[in-house]
């Protein structure tokens, strides 16, 4: 009888057991299927990256860099031929314009300006004796006429005679500094040979190229601020001088700015320098990164973010395109949140997770 006793607490104890671990496992059961849901529903959310619409002012500041080029610059050459007799100037002197730099050997050309003047006075004698004979009717007005036309070819011939001489002086047509000196007394001219290089560095002019968005706010005249890389401490107002009408093969467009050197001509052709760009401050204006557009800039959509974590596929109107930042006429309201990363996974209305 104690025996049957045994094996039926042993029964209860082992139906016990069971019940206890067929709950435990019941209960083991919903909970993971609860954390399974929690999961799946988390990971249907696509995780991106957002930025705040806000109001910036616009700063349309910049410096673009380039070299400086002499005001004038010009390569003389000789226009007759002859001897040099004489060079008046060496490299690095100043001359004026109008200044004799060289003289060429002119004995030939002197006899040639003779010769055109005794054949100017018997021109002119034939023409007094032909119009005096018309008079009393010896002579026709053809007669008189071709008189007249051998006179004034005379007076060519002297001028051009006079013209030639006057060539034979090589003088400045610039004020300048004369960088290079390619003759010497004795040196044989051919017309067309290089004589002198003359620069004039008084006012220079600083060449620089600048973007699309950057010519829009320039203009004719505009004062600009310029430094020289070699004189950091030192400040030289400059004006634009040209802005080019087309960009160059790099889509920049050439922009001239001319500055007037100092007393000590301090800036040298060549040099680089620095123009500073200065605008004023324009008006707040919502701005947002140039990622948050969906394709490209063009397409003008955006997904905005909601309280819910949904995004809604929106239409703007972009603007002016600065750097990285893009300008928003319309479509967006400060504070509102527009996705800027994984916009390729999105659909109008899709749960997202945003990504801190």
Known sequence: MKKIGKILLAVVIVAALVVVAGFVISNNKKKNEEKTAIVAQTNSAIAVRV???????????????????????????????????????????????????????TENLSVDVQTAKEAYQNALKDKQRYENAFKTGGVTQQQVDQAALSLLNAEARVKQANIKVNDANIRASINGIVNKRMIEPGSVLAPGTQLFEIVD??????????????????????????????????????????????????????????????????????MYGIAQFSFAQQQPVIMIP???????????????????????????????????????????????????????????????????
């Open 51 to 105: 930025a705040t619409v806000e109001k910036t002012p616009l700063n349309f500041d910049f410096n673009a860099n380039g070299k400086f080029a002499p005001g004038q610059e010009l390569n003389f050459s000789a226009e007759t031929a002859g001897r040099v007799i004489s060079v008046l100037v060496d490299e690095g002197s100043y001359v004026r314009k109008g200044q004799t730099l060289a003289v060429i050997k």
């Open 201 to 270: 560095v008084s006012t220079l002019t600083l060449d620089v190229a600048v973007t699309e968005a950057q010519v829009a706010n320039l203009k004719l005249g505009d004062a600009i601020v310029v430094k020289a890389s070699v004189l950091p401490d030192q400040e030289f107002k400059g004006k634009v001088q040209f802005i080019a009408p087309k960009a160059d093969a790099s889509l920049n467009f050439p922009v001239k700015i001319e500055i007037t050197n100092n007393n000590a001509k301090s800036i040298k052709a060549g």
């Open 290 to 356: 140039r990622s948050a557009f969906v394709g490209s800039v063009s397409n003008n959509q955006v997904f905005v973010a909601d309280v819910n974590n949904k995004v809604q596929l929106r239409n703007v109107v972009a603007g002016r395109i600065i750097g990285e930042q893009v300008e928003v006429l319309s479509g967006l309201q400060e504070g509102e949140q527009v996705v800027t990363s994984g916009q390729i996974n999105l659909a109008d209305g899709s749960t997202i997770a945003i990504i801190k």
